[in-house]
């Protein structure tokens, strides 16, 4: 299969994993929140929310695994093996790290800390050491989830996960016909599911890759070494970005009160739903580029990850744009009552998500480079500049939408930087990067906008059928306009392939 072929294929099946899996923990939760009631679904989710607050830890290290097996899969699988079974003795540690500290701090949570009703503190003592054994299963699982991925195996990793959503679509009505206490028994029973499903995948990842099977005798102490530095520099720049979207409602909070806050959670909720699409084709497309990296191909990530900055973006914008036009009607439609700023802040959340989108695919191709250090030391910086400039905006009486002047400044040169930071590890040329895709498209993203927003004055329907007749105009439009103009040549031809191959499979 071609490369380009398995990255269609591959998002292909992502997607449907997403679909499958936002379906069925939908109503899992339903399930869930009525057999367990308010105070231990609260609960429990306070204890996962205790424990989370490490997870940035371990989305670095995931990074960095992914990272090094991707970039090495064209050196052998001596090679491979060696960095898996160098990812996973550090994960191991990582994982011990953890039941270590979350088990220290566990003495000081339940000791008045958490807000708990007294009676219920010794259930959740039980979920919470329970959640912590499956932090350190999950932890360690992490290499084979890399290797999955490196491999581009998306069915298996996604089959994987659709199993695992299962499982805890089973447990939600089994909570139902329990004879115990129905909060300790979901505690355990994710607990168990979690090592069930970790075990599974490593029965697989050691039948299918021999680069998987254990043999610390080839452990490399040294790649060890460099992974833990390549990982601390991206650890500080996802917490400066935890910091940066937990930073802003403080802020807000501070100037207006909660009703603001719950304004502002909204439009991050739009903005994480909306992003997850993006983020699929990311996922497919990685292991490619950091692959062609570590084979000397640079000139092919180039080419691809400017491809993917281009799709990631169009995505985006056919899903933004009737959202950010109609944003009013969609969230009363939603909501119900619409809390004061909401339409805005999911307006200019979007308009943002649509900033980042313009180079997004670049981050990557740094990664995959290696030389992260200065990259990741300058995003960092930009998410806390954020903080002084939504503060001096407020102070000086301006509304609370004001907060966005930081966050649009530091979006703009986040792109500036990641453009800068390809050329000068890769050579990638910044005129032709911006000359055939952020010159290109967002022009054509705005002229879209503006014809759309036009029509919606000119038709006077009801608002469901004007959203309707507005999205097909802006997702025709935008289809059409990025096929002659952002494409290339090349990259039409395969388009065009593609569909023939589509219609011949469908016919």
């Known amino acids: 299969m071609k490369n380009s072929s398995r990255i269609v294929v591959n998002t292909g099946i992502l997607y449907g994993k997403m679909f499958l899996n936002m379906g069925i923990a939908l109503f899992s939760t339903r399930l869930i929140l009525k057999a367990l009631g308010t105070n231990d679904f609260g609960i429990?989710?306070?204890?996962?929310?205790?424990?989370?607050?490490?997870?940035?830890?371990?989305k670095a290290m995931s990074t960095a695994t992914q990272r090094f097996l991707s970039y090495n899969q064209g050196k052998g699988p001596e090679q491979v093996a060696r960095v898996f079974n160098t990812a996973?003795?550090?994960?191991?540690?990582?994982?011990?790290?953890?039941?270590?500290?979350?088990?220290?701090?566990?003495?000081?949570?339940?000791?008045?800390?958490?807000?708990?009703?007294?009676?219920?503190?010794?259930?959740?003592?039980?979920?919470?050491?329970?959640?912590?054994?499956?932090?350190?299963?999950?932890v360690i699982a992490v290499p084979y989830d890399a290797i999955m991925n490196a491999k581009e195996n998306m069915f298996i990793f996604s089959l994987f996960s659709v199993l695992e959503s299962i499982f805890k679509l089973v447990i939600a009505v089994l909570l139902f016909y329990t004879p115990v206490d129905r909060l300790a028994t979901y505690g355990l029973c994710m607990a168990l599911m979690t090592v069930f499903c970790r075990t599974i995948k490593r029965i697989y990842s050691r039948r299918k890759y021999k680069e998987s099977k254990l043999n610390f005798q080839i452990i490399d102490w040294s790649l060890m070494k460099e992974m833990l530095s390549y990982s601390s520099w991206i650890t500080i720049e996802i917490v400066s970005h935890i910091a940066k979207g937990d930073g802003i409602p403080v802020i807000l909070n501070l100037f207006f009160g909660t009703?603001?806050?719950?304004?502002?959670?909204?439009?991050?909720?739009?903005?994480?739903?909306i992003s997850l699409f993006a983020e699929m084709l990311f996922k497919a497309s990685n292991p490619q580029v950091m692959r062609n990296i570590g084979d000397g191909n640079i000139d092919k990530s180039v080419q691809l990850s400017t491809t993917v900055c281009k799709f990631s973006y169009i995505l985006m914008a056919i899903l933004s744009l009737p959202l950010i036009i109609d944003c009013e009607y969609i969230l009363r439609f939603w909501l119900g009552k619409v809390p004061e700023y909401s339409v805005?802040?999911?307006?200019l959340v979007l308009a943002t998500q649509l900033v980042i989108m313009t180079a997004r695919g670049l981050n990557f191709l740094i990664d995959g480079v290696g030389k992260i250090r200065n990259y990741r030391l300058i995003l960092s910086v930009l998410n806390i500049i954020v903080f002084p400039i939504a503060y001096i905006c407020l102070k000086v009486g301006m509304e609370p939408w004001a907060v966005f002047f930081g966050i649009?400044?530091?979006?703009?040169?986040?792109?500036?930087?990641?453009?800068?930071?390809?050329?000068?590890?890769?050579?990638?040329?910044?005129?032709?990067?911006c000359r055939s895709s952020i010159l290109r498209f967002v022009p054509l993203t705005l002229i879209v906008g503006v014809i759309v927003h036009r029509v919606q004055e000119l038709i006077q329907v009801e608002p469901f059928l004007n959203l309707i007749i507005c999205s097909i105009i802006s997702t025709a439009l935008l289809v059409c306009g990025f096929y002659i103009f952002?494409?290339?040549s090349n990259e039409r031809k395969y388009t065009k392939e593609l569909i023939q191959k589509v219609r011949k499979k469908l016919g």
């Not at 805005?344 to 307006?347: D, K, L, T, V, W």
């Not at 400044?409 to 390809?422: E, G, M, P, Q, T």
């Open 44 to 58: 429990f989710a306070i204890v996962g929310g205790v424990i989370g607050a490490l997870s940035f830890l371990n």
């Open 88 to 138: 996973l003795l550090l994960h191991v540690f990582i994982g011990l790290a953890f039941v270590l500290i979350l088990e220290i701090a566990g003495v000081f949570l339940f000791d008045g800390f958490l807000n708990i009703a007294e009676d219920r503190i010794p259930m959740a003592k039980f979920v919470f050491h329970c959640t912590v054994a499956s932090t350190f299963f999950t």
């Open 259 to 273: 009703v603001v806050n719950a304004s502002y959670g909204i439009a991050t909720q739009v903005r994480h739903s």
């Open 344 to 347: 805005i802040f999911c307006q």
């Open 408 to 433: 649009v400044l530091s979006d703009i040169l986040v792109v500036v930087v990641r453009v800068y930071f390809a050329h000068k590890y890769t050579g990638m040329n910044i005129w032709h990067f």
């Open 486 to 488: 952002v494409l290339d």
